[in-house]
């Protein structure tokens, strides 16, 4: 059974940063391209960012390239998602997820970005 637990979200300030975690289990990480997607208050699920399964290809929504970074362990079966420069509207809860398996994610992170 696919379970993924996110953790790392909280309150902060725009411009700041937080790092999201993922961890996977139930099913052979190392061997599944993973995705970042978001969901904010009345809003339809938004994919944010997607890594492959190396972690050697990377691609990100126009609305947080060159500000987000995703990354992974597959040893630890590990996803990261780096937000840095959050803006108020970057705030959601934030799920990790299987590609094309969004309905199987976690029960995310909140990330509230307030002054």
């Known amino acids: 059974e696919v379970q993924l637990v996110e953790s790392g979200g909280g309150l902060v300030q725009p411009g700041g940063s937080l790092r999201l975690s993922c961890a996977a289990s139930?099913?052979?990480?190392?061997?599944?391209?993973m995705d970042w997607v978001r969901q904010a208050p009345g809003k339809a699920l938004e994919w944010v960012s997607t890594i492959n399964t190396g972690g050697g290809n990377t691609y990100y929504a126009d609305s947080v390239k060159g500000r987000f970074t995703i990354s992974r362990d597959n040893a630890e079966s590990m996803l990261y998602l780096q937000l840095n420069s959050l803006k108020t509207e970057d705030t959601a809860v934030y799920y990790c997820a299987i590609p094309g398996r969004w309905g199987n994610r976690g029960q995310g992170t909140q990330v509230t970005v307030s002054s």
């Open positions: 139930g099913f052979t990480f190392a061997t599944y391209d």
